[in-house]
């Protein structure tokens, strides 16, 4: 059964630099969700799209935004990085009817 | 603002042991909760998701009940493997396709 696809799977980057992390969700499910889970830490939730429009927002940075575009896949767009965001982010989708949330495999991003 | 505890932090069983894994949450008001597991540096596995309405539901070796009124929920693990060996989170949600709140987890060892 096809899984959530999240690329890139690894990435470094510098200080200040930019990334840009992108996210496939299951197909036909209509709701992406963005976690960010910081090394011993639990994943916390950054913001979620429901049908293309942002519908939570949670500890996202202002430097941080995202958007969810019209096949479905959605891309976290990270600006000014720090070494804090040094991170595993997960992308997470689900179809409304059904709820259960499926995560992908993960970003591991490295801001050195 | 949802608080999920997990208690044990860490478990070390010997193999062939039935265990029980524990979360608790402030807000009983959920809509679900979700148990899952995640292998170091790797992506959440769902395990199982109970609704607010049901008391209990199995998977196999895995046996998970919620006492919503209470803000409970346990997973029960059965005649554990080492392959069960892995972090099991919790996560209340408020309502359908919500953000997840985690819990900091239990690490499970299970010793052959």
């Known amino acids: 059964a096809a899984g959530v696809i999240q690329s890139p799977r690894h990435l470094i980057k510098e200080k200040r630099e930019t990334a840009t992390l992108k996210c496939y969700p299951i197909?036909?499910?209509?709701?992406v969700y963005w976690y960010q889970q910081g090394p011993g830490q639990d994943p916390q939730f950054l913001i979620s799209?429901?049908?293309?429009?942002?519908?939570d927002k949670g500890s996202i940075p202002d430097r941080f935004s995202a958007q969810q575009f019209s096949d479905y896949h959605s891309e976290l767009n990270m600006s000014s990085l720090e070494l804090g965001d040094s991170a595993l982010y997960f992308c997470?989708?689900?179809?409304?009817?059904?709820?259960?949330?499926?995560f992908g495999p993960g970003t591991r991003l490295l801001v050195l | 603002k949802q608080e999920v505890t997990q208690i044990p932090a860490a478990l070390s069983v010997p193999e062939g042991e039935n265990l029980v894994l524990n979360c608790s949450f402030t807000?009983?008001?959920?809509?679900?909760l979700q148990w899952f597991r995640q292998d170091p540096g790797k992506g959440l596995t769902s395990l199982l998701l109970?609704?607010?309405?049901?008391r209990e539901q199995t998977s196999g070796r895995l046996n998970a009940s919620l006492d919503k009124s209470s803000g409970r929920s346990t997973l029960y693990i059965a005649a554990s493997q080492p392959g069960d060996s892995a972090t099991y989170l919790c996560a209340p949600g408020d309502s359908g396709n919500t953000p997840l709140v985690f819990g900091k987890g239990t690490r499970l060892s299970v010793i052959a």
């Open positions: 197909p036909r499910h209509d709701t």
């Open positions: 807000d009983s008001a959920i809509y679900n």
């Open positions: 799209f429901y049908e293309k429009m942002q519908s």
């Open positions: 109970i609704q607010s309405s049901q």
């Open positions: 997470a989708s689900s179809f409304k009817l059904e709820e259960t949330q499926y």
